[in-house]
């Protein structure tokens, strides 16, 4: 199959709080360079990928467009963007801004995504409508209540670490947001699922992981340098 033209919405308008930060959090420095701009270089560098949103804490999004200058046309940037309230709200924004019939969404503080993972979601995302990047589950879960008490333990061998990117129909997700837009959700195809789509899971590496905390970031560095495909 051949690989579809792809949009990006790469969400970087999260606060940096919990790595300690003054920053936002996609702008903190990773050996030397902005967060976001690892997973930028990375989609930019696909040739089916034609053009990029990068969603940003409003109060900085003149200051990128500055700072990038000349680069945004080389890094296949289209447009800089001012976040929303919610995360959803940012991913729509960046979704009205982009046409590609495939519209991939990706954590910008998930600085480690291969070429390979993006290829394989676009893919998935073309021939089914919407898919997930996912890790398996290696520790058994449990659901617990509001008290602390466990309710259950899901089997482990259907359990999935959801990641990024998200890859879509763009008509899909445009659907899930006008259908339950307004509703909270903590990822897209949680939108599409209620709208009545189907997801299907592509596996991924847990290098994919989201740069949450210092240690994280520690860890990160020290994969920078590695194959990632």
Same mark, same amino acid.
Request: glycine share 8%; proline share 7%.
């Given at each position: 199959?051949?690989?579809?033209?792809?949009?990006?919405?790469?969400?970087?308008?999260?606060e940096?709080?919990?790595?300690?930060?003054?920053?936002? +959090?996609a702008?903190? #420095?990773?050996?030397?360079? #902005? $967060? @976001? &701009?690892?997973? &930028?270089?990375?989609f930019?560098? $696909?040739? @089916?990928?034609?053009?990029?949103?990068?969603? &940003?804490?409003? !109060?900085?999004?003149?200051?990128i467009?500055?700072?990038?200058?000349?680069?945004l046309?080389?890094? +296949? /940037?289209?447009? &800089?963007? #001012?976040?929303?309230?919610?995360?959803?709200?940012?991913?729509?924004?960046?979704?009205?801004?982009?046409?590609?019939?495939?519209?991939?969404?990706?954590?910008?503080?998930?600085?480690?995504?291969?070429?390979?993972?993006?290829? !394989?979601?676009? $893919?998935?995302?073309?021939?089914?409508?919407?898919? /997930? $990047?996912?890790?398996?589950a290696?520790?058994?879960?449990?659901?617990a209540?509001?008290?602390?008490?466990?309710?259950?333990?899901?089997?482990?061998?259907?359990?999935?670490?959801?990641?990024?990117?998200?890859? @879509?129909?763009?008509? /899909?997700?445009? =659907?899930?947001?006008?259908? =339950?837009?307004?509703?909270?959700?903590?990822?897209?195809?949680?939108?599409?699922?209620?709208?009545?789509?189907?997801?299907?899971? /592509?596996?991924?590496?847990?290098? =994919?992981?989201?740069?949450?905390?210092?240690?994280?970031?520690?860890?990160a560095?020290?994969?920078?340098?590695?194959?990632?495909?």
């Amino acid at each position: 199959m051949k690989i579809p033209t792809a949009g990006v919405i790469l969400a970087a308008a999260g606060e940096g709080r919990r790595l300690g930060s003054k920053l936002p +959090k996609a702008l903190v #420095p990773l050996a030397g360079t #902005p $967060l @976001f &701009l690892h997973a &930028l270089r990375t989609f930019a560098a $696909l040739s @089916f990928v034609h053009e990029i949103a990068v969603v &940003l804490p409003p !109060d900085w999004v003149d200051r990128i467009r500055t700072r990038l200058g000349r680069r945004l046309e080389t890094l +296949k /940037v289209t447009t &800089l963007v #001012p976040g929303g309230a919610r995360r959803q709200d940012s991913v729509k924004i960046g979704l009205d801004a982009l046409r590609a019939p495939i519209v991939l969404v990706h954590d910008a503080a998930r600085p480690l995504i291969s070429k390979k993972a993006i290829t !394989d979601v676009t $893919l998935a995302a073309a021939r089914h409508g919407a898919a /997930v $990047l996912a890790h398996p589950a290696v520790d058994t879960i449990k659901i617990a209540d509001r008290r602390g008490r466990v309710v259950s333990t899901p089997d482990r061998a259907q359990v999935w670490h959801a990641q990024t990117p998200q890859g @879509f129909r763009r008509r /899909v997700l445009l =659907n899930a947001y006008k259908v =339950n837009g307004r509703q909270d959700a903590t990822d897209d195809v949680q939108l599409v699922e209620r709208a009545g789509g189907k997801v299907v899971i /592509v596996p991924g590496p847990a290098t =994919n992981f989201k740069v949450t905390t210092p240690d994280d970031l520690v860890r990160a560095g020290g994969l920078l340098d590695s194959p990632r495909g």
